[in-house]
T-cell receptor
Framework: AQSVTQLDSHVSVSEGTPVLLRCNYS??????LFWYVQHPNKGLQLLLK??????LVKGINGFEAEFKKSETSFHLTKPSAHMSDAAEYFC????????????FGAGTRLAVHP | DAGVIQSPRHEVTEMGQEVTLRCKPI?????LFWYRQTMMRGLELLIY????????DSGMPEDRFSAKMPNASFSTLKIQPSEPRDSAVYFC????????????FGNGTRLTVT
């Protein structure tokens, strides 16, 4: 069975410092993986996706994530946080043949302080 | 494109009343999803349509919930009768068909049942 674990429920950083949001997955095959962001009172917006091509994936707003099969990880990073990055972030696993059954992580709430 | 459009944005109703949530997917997307988001359970898939046909409704909590998609540009989620435990944010999402096609989410309807 596939699963996804976001290792931190809350992360707090200062503006201008790096961001690291951690995600581990469990799958018997090489899955597709997404990161979504949800700002307050908004729907989820796709940040980036991994689909078995390049292991380092660049997304919108300066975010990127690296797929590491040996570590079963797909951590989200950004070199320098902006105040506007404060939001909730979801790591998502796409089961093979079950793209209608996305598996969402519990979410990581990112706070950015001036 | 205007994205996925949901209405209303907020709905407050009394227990026992009927509630209807509406969704207009992105034009050309042939998959439509209804999700529910709560603090306790996170994001839950309620039902999934493909080409206007309900494919998987195993996530619908009980018979009080029903969903329809009469055409490619409109879907409704109805709760009758509503109960306080139905209070949540309900999201509609659409996607072009395909294993690696991400979902595009609306801004949600925040439902409060008193």
């Amino acid at each position: 069975a596939q699963s996804v674990t976001q290792l931190d429920s809350h992360v707090s950083v200062s503006e201008g410092t790096p961001v690291l949001l951690r995600c581990n997955y469990s799958s018997s095959y090489s899955p597709s993986l997404f990161w979504y962001v949800q700002h307050p009172n908004k729907g989820l917006q796709l940040l980036l996706k991994y689909t078995s091509a390049a292991t380092l994936v660049k997304g919108i707003n300066g975010f990127e994530a690296e797929f590491k099969k040996s570590e079963t990880s797909f951590h989200l990073t950004k070199p320098s946080a902006h105040m506007s990055d404060a939001a909730e972030y979801f790591c998502v696993v796409v089961p093979w043949g079950g793209y209608n059954k996305l598996i969402f992580g519990a979410g990581t709430r990112l706070a950015v302080h001036p | 494109d205007a994205g996925v459009i949901q209405s209303p944005r907020h709905e407050v109703t009394e227990m026992g009343q009927e509630v209807t949530l509406r969704c207009k997917p992105i034009s050309g997307h042939n998959s439509l999803f209804w999700y529910r988001q709560t603090m306790m359970r996170g994001l839950e898939l309620l039902i999934y349509f493909n080409n206007n046909v309900p494919i998987d409704d195993s996530g619908m909590p009980e018979d009080r919930f029903s969903a329809k998609m009469p055409n490619a540009s409109f879907s409704t989620l109805k709760i009758q009768p509503s109960e306080p435990r139905d209070s949540a944010v309900y999201f509609c999402a659409s996607s072009p068909m395909g294993q690696d096609s991400p979902l595009h989410f609306g801004n949600g309807t925040r439902l409060t049942v008193t």
